[in-house]
Every structure is written in C-alpha cells, then in structure tokens.
C-alpha cells in the first residue's frame, strides 16, 4: 500500500522567504500527482497536479517537481506571504483513482 | 468551474442517531464519488468510493452497514453514518470527478461531525 511522508511536519518562516516542501512516497507506480492547501476546519483546494510523464509544474509563486523513479516531489513557494500560511497535503494518485495523502505540513509565514 | 458542495458543513448529535451528509458536484455531472474521513492532524483516509447508479466499494476496514452510500444520480451522493457513536466524530471530505479513472478529484468543504 502506498505510503506518504511529508518533511517537516511543521515550518515557519518570515514573509518573503523562499521554501521547500518534501514529499515522498512508497509506490512509484503512479498516475499523476496532486499538492493540495487545507485551511483549518476547510476542504482542499488543488493547487498543482504533475502527470507522472513530467518534471515539474508551475502556477503563480508556486512550483511542484516530480521524480516519479524515486519517489519523491518538492513544493516551492517562492516569496511567501502570510496569506500562504496553511496545511500543504501531497497525494500521489494510483491507477484506481485513488489518492494516498500525506499528513501534510503546517506552514506559518510570520509577518 | 468544478464546484463541490456539502451539506450541512457542521452537525451534533446525540450517540445513537443517524446522519446524513450531502456532496453535490454543483456545475459537472460526477462519474465517480469519494469519502474520505479526516482525524485532527491526520491525513484524509479514503472510506469508499462510489459510481453512479452502482453499489460503493469500501476501503478495507470500513463498516459498509455503519457508513452507507448512495450515489443515486451524476450530482448527489450521500453518506450516512448510521447509529453514530463518540468516535466516529470526524471531519468528512467529499470528491468528485467527471471519468472516475482519469480526471481530477475536485473536493467539497468537509463536514465537521460531533457525536456527543
């Protein structure tokens, strides 16, 4: 079964700061894969998704890499802002549509 | 585009009592349904996963009688927890996507359960 980590669980950091989320994951044999915000008490917003055919993805500040052979993908959040401050939750889909979540890591972007 | 709706998005109720959760996809037609359940800073565990017009399929260690889904038409499905008890207080996601196997989840607001 396929199983996420995300590093670190907890980050904080000042406004404007450049960060590097982890996520890595068991099974490489994926369809594609998703970087999700949750605010507390929200739903998920998508904020990218990598096919598993490419390399990286980008939207705005953020920029999400794939190494699917080794199981790992990075979110990069460049210039950050407080607004940014939430829950980042990586899923790796499997081919039954099926989404394995990490338990995500708590961003705090200090004003 | 690609609006999911829950309702309600809170609900308390005594131990011992049913109750329902809605999830509409509100401007697509959903080929496929997902609930999943959400402990306090845990990940989002996937219960089951369902299709229009068929029977859901339940992860392994999910109740089926306990956690009944209907997904009766391509915008509503619905999840009841049946005789709910203390620990089955949680936080519950629902997604949608048109193809099922090839498309985008796209998820709903959750609904806070409290089963006093």
């Known amino acids: 079964k396929q199983e996420v980590t995300q590093i670190p669980a907890a980050l904080s950091v000042p406004e404007g700061e450049n960060l590097v989320l982890n996520c890595s994951f068991t099974?490489?044999?994926?369809?594609?894969l998703q970087w999700f915000r949750q605010d507390p008490g929200k739903g998920l917003t998508s904020l990218l998704l990598i096919q598993s055919s490419q390399r990286e993805q980008t939207s705005g500040r953020l920029n999400a890499s794939l190494d699917k052979s080794s199981g790992r993908s990075t979110l990069y959040i460049a210039a950050s802002q407080p607004g940014d401050s939430a829950t980042y939750l990586c899923?790796?889909?499997?081919?039954?549509?099926?989404?394995?979540f990490g338990t995500g890591t708590r961003l705090t972007v200090i004003p | 585009g690609a609006v999911v709706s829950q309702h309600p998005s809170r609900v308390i109720c005594k131990s011992g009592t049913s109750v329902k959760i809605e999830c509409r996809s509100l401007d697509f037609q959903a080929t496929t349904m997902f609930w999943y359940r959400q402990f306090p800073k845990k990940s989002l565990m996937l219960m089951a996963t369902s299709n229009e017009g068929s029977k859901a399929t339940y992860e392994q260690g999910v109740e089926k009688d306990k956690f009944l889904i209907n997904h009766a038409s391509l915008t509503l499905s619905t999840l009841t927890v049946t005789s709910a008890h203390p620990e089955d207080s949680s936080f519950y996601i629902c997604?949608?996507?048109?193809?099922?196997?090839?498309?985008?989840?796209?998820f709903g607001p959750g609904t806070r359960l409290t089963v006093l």
């Open positions: 899923a790796p889909r499997g081919g039954a549509n099926n989404l394995f």
């Open positions: 099974d490489s044999a994926i369809y594609n």
């Open positions: 997604s949608a996507s048109r193809q099922g196997l090839t498309d985008t989840q796209y």
